[in-house]
């Protein structure tokens, strides 16, 4: 072959290299790099024996509540020359701070003291019992309601005044010795209902032996 008809030749293959290369670029475009895709972090959990089990959230501690409240209630003596004397029936009234005292089935030793008065144109009588207690529930404590019965040993600072006819005591005080059975109620941790008697010894010829009846209730702030 002559070499003008190689050079002919030589030069109509690359035109068509040339003419196909773009157009085959065209109909194939090259995709796209792929971009990474972060993946959102699963929640942490733990698995124990094929179960998930959650983290333990941390529970927020009880807020502090201030409980107070009035303690009343009537005191009835029992002995006719007192109820002449001092009247038919004493008033007590106290003030509480805290809850009411839990009673549970072994027993419970607490400290006892209460404030009984009253006071009128012609008398005056006031008594102290100080002392201590034992109480036992009479049934489990498995509701808010909660019996008890107990007993106490007191000893009892008394002031007594009267002017009435057949009755003069000059204003002074005065120590005794008294004991106490009761029967009471703890209504949850705010409230209770008790009855007591108490014998006590004699203060200046009069005996302040009685019945006493009171209630008290907690408000929480």
Do not use: H, W
Not at 83 to 107: L, P, Q, T, Y
Not at 163 to 171: A, M
């Amino acid at each position: 072959m002559k070499p003008t008809a190689i050079a002919s030749v030589s030069a109509v293959c690359i035109a068509l290299i040339m003419g196909v290369t773009p157009a085959f670029a065209q109909e194939n475009p090259s995709a796209p790099p792929a971009q990474n895709t972060p993946k959102e972090a699963a929640p942490p959990t733990t698995e124990e024996n094929g179960s998930v089990v959650e983290p333990d959230v941390p529970e927020e501690p009880p807020r502090f509540r201030l409980l107070i409240g009035p303690d009343i209630g009537y005191y009835l003596p029992s002995e006719d020359k007192t109820r002449r004397a001092f009247g038919d029936k004493f008033f007590s009234i106290g003030f509480g701070i805290g809850a009411v005292e839990s009673v549970s089935e072994k027993g419970r030793v607490a400290a006892d003291f209460s404030i009984i008065s009253n006071t009128n144109a012609e008398s005056r009588v006031l008594l102290i019992p100080i002392g201590v207690s034992y109480a036992r529930a009479l049934s489990s404590p498995q509701n808010s309601l909660v019996p008890y019965a107990g007993a106490s040993l007191n000893f009892i600072v008394a002031n007594l005044r009267t002017s009435r006819q057949d009755f003069e005591v000059k204003s002074g005080y005065r120590s005794g010795v008294g004991a106490s059975a009761f029967v009471g109620l703890n209504i949850s941790r705010n409230g209770f209902l008790r009855a007591r008697y108490f014998v006590t010894s004699e203060f200046s010829g009069f005996n302040l032996s009685g019945l006493s009846v009171s209630a008290g209730y907690r408000f929480g702030l």
